[in-house]
Structure formats: C-alpha cells, structure tokens
C-alpha cells in the first residue's frame, strides 16, 4: 500500500470527550471518527485492524469446527417476544417500527434467531453438536457509552452458539470455547486473565470472562498469585462472607473526626504534597454506630478532567463533576495510593488518578468534606445526579485486597481489566421457550442444550492500546497492526535511488505477504515518523542516499530506542 493512494488523518490533539488514552490515541491516531454518542465510523487505518483481530477469530473458530453463518441485524420482535426478552430487557434493547407499525429490534446479540435456526434446521442428535457464529454488528443502547469503542452503542461482536444433545456434550462444547478462546487471545499478544463469572441461576461455573489486564478497565477481577483462583468481582462477592465489613484497625485509629479533617491530615494519609491542581477528588465517608465506633468506610472516586483551580471546586463551578462520579472500594484506593483508609476529602493529586470503577454511585447528600486548605470544610455537598437506591449506598463490597481467596489456596489481589470475551452455558434457558428440540435414538424429542461465546471485536483495538502505548503513540502487537512494516524514504521526490529502493523494497515485502506500506507523500522525516510513531506501526524501515551509499537502510522497531544498519535484503527477517 501507498501512503498516497491511503486515507490518513492524523491529528495533533485529541478531542476533548476522549478521557482515555485508547481512545485518544485512535482518535488521533485516525483510525475511528465520531459520528453521534456512541458510534463511531471505522477508518481505513482503524478498520485494518479490526479486519486483523477478525481473522484471527475466525481462523481459531474455524479451528475449534465452529461454523459461520450471518444473521440479520434488525429482527422481527416476535422472536424477542417469544423467550421474553422483549418485556426483561429494558431500554438498552434498541427497538424500531417499520412502516406498517410492525416492532423489531437491532440486535444486542442472537440468541433469539440462532435458536429459531437451529430449532427448524437440527432435527436430529445425529446433527449434534453444532456451533453457529457470526461476526456481525451489535447496538446496545448503553446508558452511558464512553471510552470511544470500548463502550460504544454500535458494535461489532463474535457471537457463537453451541447446541448439543445433553448437559455433558454441552459442556463439552462450552470446554472447546474454553481452550478456542485461550488460543484466539494469546494471538493478540496482550496480557489477559480468564476469571470466572456469575452465571446467574443456571451453569453452575460454567461461565468465563476474559480480561484484558488495564488500569482503565470498567471490571474489578479478583486473583490469587498463588493458585489459579481469579474471578470478577461480582463473582468473588458471591462468595464472600455477607454484613458490613469492620474497618481496619489502624483506619480507625487514624481517622479524625468527620468535619475536622484537615489538609494535613489528608495529605499525611495519602502521602502526597499539598498541591493546587485537581485532578481527582477522593471523597469519602465513614459510618459509625450508636457508640460512635466506626463500621464502614465508603469510598467515592471523583474523577474531574483536566486541570482545576480548587477556587474553581469550591465555587462549584468545575463542568462535569456529576458526570464522572465513581463509586471505588477501599481496598482499590488503598491499591492504588498504598496507603490507608480514612476520612478524606477532596485533594489536589500529583499525578491524575486512573481508576474507574464498574459501579457508580451517584449521590450522597449533606457531607463534609475536607479540603486542601488547613481547617477549610464543604458541608452539605451534594454532587451528583442520580438518586442511589437506599441499598445500593449502602451495600459495600466486601471482597478486599489481601483476603483469603474462596478457594482457601492464597491472598486475594485486585486489578482492574476490560471484558473482552464472555463465555457461557446457556442450558435450555433459549431452547425451553422455543421449544427447540431433536429427535433422540429413541425418536423421542429432548430439548437442546446450549452455550453461548462473545467476543467484542471492536473493544479489542482499545483494549490493546490501553496496554501498548508510550507518550509518541500507539505501539500494536504485530498480530494487529494496521500495517506490519512502514517504509519511509527520505527525499525520494530529490533522489531517484532512494525512489527506486523504495519502492522495490515495498514490493519485496508484499510479495513476502507482508503489510507494507511505502510513504510516499514527500513529508519531511520529522512529521513522517510523528505520524507512523502515532499510528504505531511495529517495524519501520529508512531509506536514505546517504545510506544506500553504504549498502544499508535503517531498521527501527517501534520499541527500538536507536535504528539499526541493514542489509536491504534482510529486511524480511527482521519484520518476520
Ligand atoms: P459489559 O460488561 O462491558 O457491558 P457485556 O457483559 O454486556 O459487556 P456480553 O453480552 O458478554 O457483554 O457481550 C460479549 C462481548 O461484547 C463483551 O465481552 C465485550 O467484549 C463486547 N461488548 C459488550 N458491550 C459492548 C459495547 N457497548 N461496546 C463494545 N463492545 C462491547
Ligand atoms: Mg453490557
Ligand atoms: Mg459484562
Ligand atoms: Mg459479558
């Protein structure tokens, strides 16, 4: 490919609805354009990836003898009528009319058509087991889609169903989805946790998420180093012992008095200068019982973008506060500042803060809060938006960093992921409603056994960026860059050798079936490597006069600190 013939658009800043670096980067990086709340437009360069993270699902899919298929993305409501999922699923259940009034639906995923198929087309246990896929474009009307394609309204999902003649054949299948998935995400290079999940009523534990590992990931997963234990926090809570959770010893014995804190004492506790950017709040609050003992520590993690004036917090005048409310568990604060609980208010941090938690909390009224000024208190405050259910508030979590895991096999620690990939038996919770059934070896009908496996296509590229980035850019695992290797001449509009070189290299290299793209758009060197740095093209390779001269070009890896001479005929074995 040449640069010429592409379409790159690269951009100095990053908009400024963008609060993560993936979603900046790919702004700025040009690979999606924001087209509403939610949904964005996959450009040339952005799409090249997703088509990457595409054949590698569908090579492993095809692999584990998945079956593809397409199925529609607008859906009649009859079918959502039919298993009940019409009335359950609430707003995020886009709905449509056509012209003559009749409903349908965009779909969120296809449980409801892939069982009508199967239920017309697999009729008897000969044709068990199936697994039907597709790669198809999801809409969830998300309450809060943020994050660029992370948490998007329009989507594109791998979603596959297994239908199997029993309980232990679809485990079986729900096992293949297992190990398929383990496969598919190594691929990518990224460091991942498979945790177990809630599976809700049904499935006992067969139901698996997979997590890309990222400060910025909206799940909680909880692990032990020492064993194989690790599971999302809902998960973990589950099993956790139930009822208020006493406080630590020394949380208490450090705590002062609610409405006399001060600036020092929170600074102390947080081990941080006093400073006069914000660019976080920690709020939080303790309850105490009848004697006055202390019972709970709630944590409220306000998030505030860019740089405040704290005049400008006391005035209330700071936009956004209600729209970035967090609600945090102490043991994650105490992650992540290392330090203890106690009474905080809100405080200037020395370098912004990169929690974000999956559960929000939106308003607690009348509390004081301390400030970074000596003996300055807010009373009442009340930010927010949303009224919390009652139990909501006061439901804490109670799964904290250094308990014992379930398992009993070794310490619990926290870390924050991105939920990538879902897998889960279904049972006959489709099939029952449906009424999808086989005939048995005896004619009998028996009703199938299913499980379903997402994987969320266009959340990968983000995922990926949030763990490969540095302050030039992304850095894509080779397994997902756009291009594999850029080629860059200098002056080839000057120099017919460089010209020449060039381009037979770009042709050497796509015949060898690499991803090559020649720059050929007369840039100076400095804008050019700004612009394949920011795109983050794993392997570069100059072509120079002065070089040539030498017999050599300069090979350069995006991780490289310094390029390195070669041979134009080596290349290959450096990019391979
Ligand atoms: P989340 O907890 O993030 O809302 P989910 O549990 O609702 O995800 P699933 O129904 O399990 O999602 O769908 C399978 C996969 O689709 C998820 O693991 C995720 O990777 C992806 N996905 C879900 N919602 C979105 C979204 N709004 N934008 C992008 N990808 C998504
Ligand atoms: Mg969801
Ligand atoms: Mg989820
Ligand atoms: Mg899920």
């Known amino acids: ?58 090579e492993e899919m095809n692999r584990a003898g998945a079956v593809e298929l397409l199925m529609p993305v607008v859906q009649p409501a009859e079918f959502w009528q039919e298993t009940g999922r019409w009335d359950k699923m609430g707003p995020e259940l886009m709905r449509v009319k056509d012209r003559h009034e009749r409903d349908f639906i965009i779909q969120p995923t296809s449980e409801e058509v892939v069982t009508d198929i199967a239920r017309q087309e697999l009729r008897s246990y000969k044709q068990l087991p199936k697994n039907l896929y597709h790669i198809q474009t999801k809409f969830r009307d998300e309450r809060r889609p943020r994050f660029g394609v992370m948490r998007s309204r329009e989507f594109i999902m791998k979603d596959a169903y297994s239908f199997d003649r ?59 180093e020492g064993s194989s234990y690790a599971a999302n926090m809902e998960k973990a809570e589950a099993l956790a012992p139930q009822g208020p959770r006493p406080a630590p010893a020394q949380a208490i014995a450090k705590t ?12 102390d506790l947080l081990k941080v200068p ?74 200037g941090l020395k370098k912004p803060v990169k929690i974000v938690a999956d559960r ?39 799964v904290v960093a250094g308990d014992m895991s379930p398992d009993g ?26 009424k999808a059934s086989f005939l048995d070896e005896s004619g009998k009908p028996q009703l199938m056994q299913m499980g379903c496996y997402g994987i969320g296509i ?17 850095i894509w695992p080779d397994a997902l860059a756009p291009f594999t290797v850029v080629v860059c001449p200098i002056g080839m509009d000057r120099s017919a050798d460089v010209k020449a070189a060039a381009e037979r290299l770009h042709d050497d290299l796509q015949a060898a079936g690499i991803d090559v793209m020649l720059d050929d758009r007369g840039e100076r060197p400095g804008a050019m490597f700004a612009d394949w740095e920011l795109i983050g ?25 310094q390029a390195t001479k070669v041979p134009a005929g080596e290349v290959a074995s450096f990019v391979k």
């Open 1 to 58: 490919m040449k640069a010429s013939q592409f379409l790159i658009s690269t951009l100095k800043e990053a908009p400024s609805d963008a609060e993560v670096v993936s979603h900046q980067l790919m702004m700025r990086a040009g690979m999606i354009k924001k087209l509403g709340a939610g949904i964005y437009s996959w450009m040339p360069m952005g799409l090249r990836v997703v088509r990457k993270v595409e054949a590698i699902v569908r």
């Open 166 to 224: 029993d309980e232990a054949a679809a485990k079986a299948s729900y096992q293949v989805m297992a190990k398929a998935y383990r496969a598919i995400f190594d691929r990518f290079g990224l460091r991942y946790r498979a945790v177990a999940a809630d599976s809700g009523a049904i499935g006992g534990d067969l139901s698996e998420e997979f997590q890309v590992i990222a400060a910025t990931g909206e799940d909680a997963i909880v692990y032990s």
């Open 256 to 267: 002062p008095t609610p409405g006399k804190s001060t600036c020092a004492d929170v600074a």
């Open 274 to 347: 006093l400073a006069t950017t914000v660019k976080s709040l920690v709020l939080a609050t303790d309850q105490a019982n009848d004697k006055g003992e202390i019972v709970k520590t709630q944590v409220w993690l306000l998030l505030v973008r860019g740089d405040h004036d704290l005049n400008e917090i006391k005035a209330g005048k700071v936009p956004g506060l209600d729209a970035t409310f967090r609600f945090a568990t102490v043991g994650e604060i105490v992650d992540h500042f290392g330090t203890k609980p106690g009474y905080l208010g809100p405080i």
């Open 360 to 398: 929000e909390v939106a308003l607690m009224a009348d509390w004081i809060c301390g400030a970074n000024e000596e003996g300055f208190h807010f009373t009442g405050v009340n930010w927010g938006r949303d009224l919390p259910e009652p139990d909501a508030v006061a439901d804490l979590r109670n």
């Open 409 to 434: 096999s070794g310490l619990l620690a926290i870390e924050r992921g991105i939920e990538i990939g879902h897998i889960f038996f279904l049972g006959t919770k489709y099939s029952a409603p449906m």
């Open 458 to 474: 266009t959340r990968l590229p983000a995922a990926a960026i949030e763990q490969n980035n540095d302050e030039r850019g992304i």
């Open 537 to 561: 093209v794993p392997h570069r390779v100059v072509i120079s006069d002065r070089g040539l001269k030498e017999g050599q070009l300069e090979y350069q890896h995006r991780r490289d600190a």
